[in-house]
């Protein structure tokens, strides 16, 4: 079966920009997770959503912002990019709670 | 706050040699602990999951152990391939939902 899709897979924005990243899990699977993974802070929670509800959130601005439709599809926003935000962001998928994670292959975000 | 630690940082061995990586946590009360590569530049890849109730799990040459009461788990791979090259993180999940908590990783260089 079909993995976890991330579009796009490359980005490359400016500063004060938003952006808009997508994430299809893996058909059945109600929980979506998005990761920010950086060289100096590895890899971070940003937020999971399970049946369109927001179900834990991690410790990022509220420029960080997301999403999950009826078809389990989820979006992450960003708005007014800056430098930092530079990274990795990686998009999991589980079919319920505690249940093995998987992941997609990222999007590649550049601030200039 | 789960604080995750893995050690070595990095690894080099030669082809054919049994190795471990190790994986402590602080916070004893989690749910499960998974295991993932990651591969330069790419997303990341299930290897294993064990649930909190699990001591080990095995699949193919990898054998993950879990104890929780000391907090450790230890990923042990049998006769290593170069194409076992890769970074090695493990997460841990903790709370409501599948928030998990990563290490940083043991980079793995296996020599032929």
């Known amino acids: 079966k079909a993995g976890v899709t991330q579009t796009p897979r490359y980005l490359i924005k400016t500063r004060g920009q938003q952006v808009t990243l997508s994430c299809s899990p893996i058909s059945g699977h109600r929980s979506v997770s998005w990761y920010q993974q950086t060289p100096g802070q590895g890899l971070q929670f940003l937020f999971e959503?399970?049946?369109?509800?927001?179900?834990n959130k991690g410790n990022f601005p509220g420029r960080f912002s997301g999403r999950q439709f009826s078809n389990s599809r989820s979006e992450m926003n960003v708005s007014t990019l800056e430098l930092g935000d530079s990274a990795l962001y990686l998009c999991?998928?589980?079919?319920?709670?505690?249940?093995?994670?998987?992941f997609g292959p990222g999007t590649r975000l550049t601030v200039l | 706050k789960q604080e995750v630690t893995q050690i070595p940082a990095a690894l080099s061995v030669p082809e054919g040699e049994n190795l471990v990586l190790n994986c402590s946590f602080t916070?004893?009360?989690?749910?499960?602990l998974q295991w993932f590569r990651q591969d330069p530049g790419k997303g990341l890849t299930s290897l294993l999951l064990?649930?909190?109730?699990?001591r080990e799990q095995t699949s193919g040459r990898l054998n993950a152990s879990l104890d929780k009461s000391s907090g450790r788990s230890t990923l042990y791979i049998a006769a290593s391939q170069p194409g076992d090259s890769a970074t090695y993180l493990c997460a841990v999940a903790r709370g409501t939902g599948n928030q998990f908590y990563f290490g940083t990783g043991t980079s793995l260089t296996v020599i032929p």
């Open positions: 064990i649930q909190s109730s699990q």
């Open positions: 999991a998928s589980s079919l319920s709670t505690f249940n093995e994670q998987f």
């Open positions: 916070d004893s009360a989690i749910y499960n």
């Open positions: 959503y399970f049946s369109e509800t927001q179900r």
